[in-house]
């Protein structure tokens, strides 16, 4: 039955990715008018996510290491990204195509899930009442990552379906990360020890390289204040869900 509790919770959250479907009935003009400040918020969402939640549980787990593998996952993400656009250099393709920020969030956002999905499911092999509780906390925080992550994507400048998709299949590493702790629940801790600040990283290039550069791009005094306002509105977004829901 445990088992049964763990995938119906993992696939719930991983269809959380969905919530972007409600963009796709407006206008792609429509989107993009909206961009700027969905990528402040998103920025903020990265940056609580990381400062509020990846990185302190980080140095719980790892605390002599934990800054290391942070490190890590910064510099493989700079890396992958060097990787990404020589080969669309070498490929011909215009600036006008996808940008790296949508492939490096797809990977980041899926490190995440997974770690989700192993934290639920870790949760649930605890007691039924806390893997419940987990899952909300999740859910509640996952919806506005999940809706960030599908505006970051369409700026990042796929379809409004390819965005859809990609998102959705980003968010199913949540199944993989139950699984893999219903399989081998017993060394579970020494996976997500890794992951979790390796993540961190990544969320931290991306804020740094890709979305922050962007929003300094809009210099109108109105455009700016909105992004700060909004940007400190994502940063509220873990701890007010912490304090709600309690931490995952």
């Excluded at 806390?130 to 994507?153: K, M, N, Q, Y």
């Amino acid at each position: 039955m445990t088992t049964f509790y763990v995938m119906l919770s993992v696939i719930i959250v991983s269809l959380l990715s969905l919530v972007g479907a409600g963009f796709i009935i407006f206008r792609r003009k429509s989107i993009t008018s909206m961009i700027t400040y969905a990528l402040a918020f998103s920025s903020g969402v990265m940056l609580g996510s990381t400062f509020f939640d990846l990185l302190p549980e980080s140095v719980e787990l790892l605390p002599d290491a934990a800054f290391t593998y942070v490190l890590a996952g910064f510099v493989s993400f700079f890396a992958l990204e060097k990787l990404i656009s020589w080969h669309h250099h070498v490929e011909g393709r215009h600036v006008h195509e996808e940008k790296p920020v949508a492939i490096l969030t797809l990977i980041g956002d899926a490190i995440h899930n997974f770690v989700d999905g192993a934290v639920i499911a870790g949760a649930y092999l605890v007691s039924v009442p806390l893997g419940v509780t987990t899952t909300l906390a999740v859910i509640a925080h996952e919806i506005p990552h999940e809706l960030s992550d599908f505006l970051i994507l369409i700026h990042g400048g796929l379809s409004n379906r390819r965005a859809l998709v990609y998102n959705y299949i980003s968010a199913a590493t949540a199944i993989l990360g139950a699984m893999v702790v219903l399989f081998v629940s017993d060394r579970v801790g020494i996976l997500e020890q890794y992951l979790i600040p390796v993540a961190a990283g990544n969320f931290l290039y991306i804020v740094a390289s890709d979305l922050i550069p962007e929003l300094l791009t809009k210099r109108k005094g109105s455009e700016s204040v909105w992004q700060l306002l909004l940007l400190a509105a994502g940063l509220m977004v873990v701890p007010l869900v912490s304090r709600l829901f309690g931490a995952v």
